[in-house]
């Protein structure tokens, strides 16, 4: 069955440490990826994509994403965590390139000041 | 304002009632999405809806119903025949294929 996986529930970080993501997932081809963030109580904004093409991708806030076909990979990562950056992080993929998404379990993170 | 509107923010109703959550949206994409969300578990798709007068079933779709009558609104109905009805509800839409889902505010919906 399709799946994506975040292996890490929670995760707390000092703030100014860097940070890294896991998201893994399992399917056939390469679907369209994407990391999403909620605030408590809020809807999701997307952060980054990817679709084709370069496998490092930027996102805003000053988040990246690596692409690893051979992983079956898609780990964000930020350099430099602040403490607006806690939050809930959802890894989606799209198999089919219509929106309909398969999201994982979210990662909780944490910045401890 | 262009977006998602999804109302009401917090929504009470009692066991064994159906409910109405409402999904507007003007930023003129043709397909909408329902997702449910619960502690822990991530987003499941409920129903979506790729063109007015159509929708598909998602794969959580027992004891959820929609209608799309027109391009703007997708309101989803959580009815007595849903087991847990507790939990936070998320419309999004989308302009196609090859694109990203936006996503509307959600809807708490409390069943007690």
């Known amino acids: 069955a399709q799946s994506v996986t975040q292996p890490d529930i929670h995760i707390t970080v000092s703030e100014g440490a860097s940070l890294e993501l896991r998201c893994n997932y399992s399917?056939?081809?390469?679907?369209?990826l994407f990391w999403y963030v909620q605030s408590p109580g809020q809807g999701l904004q997307l952060l980054l994509k990817?679709?084709?093409?370069?496998?490092l991708v930027q996102g805003i806030k000053g988040f990246e994403a690596e692409f690893k076909r051979s992983q079956s990979s898609f780990n964000l990562r930020k350099p430099s965590v602040h403490w607006s950056d806690a939050a809930e992080y959802f890894c989606?993929?799209?198999?089919?390139?219509?929106?309909?998404?398969?999201f994982g379990t979210g990662t909780q993170l944490k910045v401890e000041l | 304002d262009g977006g998602i509107t999804q109302s009401p923010k917090y929504l009470f109703r009692k066991e064994g009632q159906n409910v109405t959550l409402s999904c507007e949206q003007n930023?003129?994409?043709?397909?909408m999405y329902w997702y449910r969300q619960d502690p822990g578990q991530g987003l499941r798709l409920i129903y979506y809806?790729?063109?007015?007068?159509?929708?598909q079933k998602g794969d959580i779709a027992e004891g959820y119903s929609v209608s799309r009558e027109k391009k703007e609104s997708f309101p989803l109905t959580v009815t007595s025949a849903q087991k847990n009805p507790t939990a936070f509800y998320l419309c999004?839409?989308?302009?196609?294929?090859?694109?990203?889902?936006?996503f509307g505010q959600g809807t708490r919906l409390t069943v007690v």
């Open positions: 989606a993929v799209d198999p089919g390139g219509g929106n309909k998404l398969t």
């Open positions: 399917y056939g081809a390469t679907p369209y």
């Open positions: 990817y679709f084709s093409g370069d496998t």
């Open positions: 930023l003129n994409h043709d397909a």
């Open positions: 809806s790729q063109i007015v007068n159509d929708f």
């Open positions: 999004a839409t989308g302009r196609g294929e090859n694109t990203e889902a936006f």
